[in-house]
């Protein structure tokens, strides 16, 4: 949660003037090189992952390290989509100095290292479904409350501590100064042959006391000053009504089938009006003929009817339709715009 800090044990080894002699920058760097650098460097994740549309300062904000060692940290996110959820890569270019082992401790070896780490960007959703499972996921709200944070801890660390360093300057001098007429009225004690002295210097004395209490008073002068106003940045959100996202897709509503219709035909058919039984019309006459021989009517009748004589066979092709498929509802975003401080000002994202 803290930006880049410096490690005090690791800076004042090396806090000698003139003491460091780096040769020129060599670009390829070993494994045994590479590990010490990265070692020198806390807060730098395996993965990162990530809400998406978050300040892409994410990737150097949690950084730690000893600024004595690590000279430089620069991030490649040009690769990263971060209003897009998906997996990308940063790469982390690091230039260091490192002592030589086969050398003096004053010399130093400048080395440049590349790692890359993977980047996840997540949907709000999937942000919170990783923090209920325990994950370290992180949404752009905790970040921006984690930099408005460290923002205002700066400048009241740095006002509390500028009048506790003044004080004690001020009350040194003071208790110095004093001391001095002190010890001079006791040697005058002691010494009767000088006794003379202190009633002589009497307006010496007497000034250097009035000095003494003018310069007691320049502490007391300092709380009445107006303090510095620290500015109490609130992060100021506008609220964006998404739509929802859906497509259109194709769906059946009948699947291909084959028809069958019958074929007719209008036919005559003869009937012989004695026996009643049809007959085609070629053999009708020799029929008609017998019954009359044998003492029937004779005669016939011929009706016309329908007669299946084939089939026609239709192929129908499959039928289709189309609805709306809802991909993701409708969603509200809250969206940074700013900060703004009690006392009117302000300041972009």
């Known amino acids: 949660m803290a930006a880049v800090l410096l490690f005090s044990g690791c800076a004042a080894a090396q806090n000698t003037p003139g003491a460091i002699n780096t040769t020129p920058m060599v670009k390829e760097s070993t494994e045994t090189s ?3 650098v990265l070692s020198a460097i806390k807060g730098m994740r395996e993965k990162f992952k990530v809400e998406q549309g978050i300040d892409p300062e994410v990737l150097t904000h949690y950084l730690e390290y000893d600024k004595e060692i690590i000279k430089e940290v620069k991030v490649n996110d040009s690769k990263v989509e971060w209003n897009k959820p998906g997996t990308y890569e940063a790469i982390y270019t690091i230039q260091a100095n490192l002592p030589q082992e086969d050398k003096k401790d004053q010399e130093q ?36 409350e984690d930099k408005t944070e460290e923002e205002t801890k700066k400048p009241e660390q ?61 502490p007391n002068t300092t709380p009445n000053k107006p303090a510095a106003h620290t500015h109490n940045w609130e992060a100021q959100y506008k609220t964006v009504q998404h739509a929802e996202i859906g497509h259109n897709e194709q769906y059946v509503i009948r699947e291909a089938w084959t028809e069958y219709v019958p074929i007719y035909e209008w036919q005559t058919k003869y009937i012989c009006n004695d026996c009643h039984q049809e007959f085609p019309y070629e053999m009708i006459w020799d029929h008609i003929f017998e019954e009359m021989e044998n003492g029937g009517k004779g005669s016939y009748t011929d009706s016309p009817v329908q007669v299946q004589v084939g089939t026609q066979t239709i192929q129908h092709p499959a039928e289709y339709g189309t609805r709306y498929v809802i991909d993701k509802p409708a969603w509200t975003e809250k969206v940074l715009t700013g900060y703004k401080c009690s006392c009117g000002a302000t300041k972009d994202k």
């Open 34 to 36: 590479k590990k010490a």
């Open 109 to 144: 070896t400048s080395v440049e290292i590349t790692e890359k780490v993977p980047v996840q960007i997540m949907t709000p959703e999937e942000v919170e479904e990783d923090k209920k499972a325990g994950g370290d996921a992180i949404s752009k709200e905790d970040f921006e």
């Open 158 to 218: 740095s006002e509390v501590a500028k009048p506790e360093e003044d004080k004690k300057e001020e009350e040194s001098k003071p208790a110095d100064e004093d001391k001095k007429p002190e010890t001079k009225p006791d040697t005058g004690e002691s010494k009767p042959s000088t006794s003379t002295k202190p009633d002589t210097n009497n307006g010496t004395t007497d000034s250097k006391p009035t000095t003494n209490a003018g310069t007691t008073t320049k």
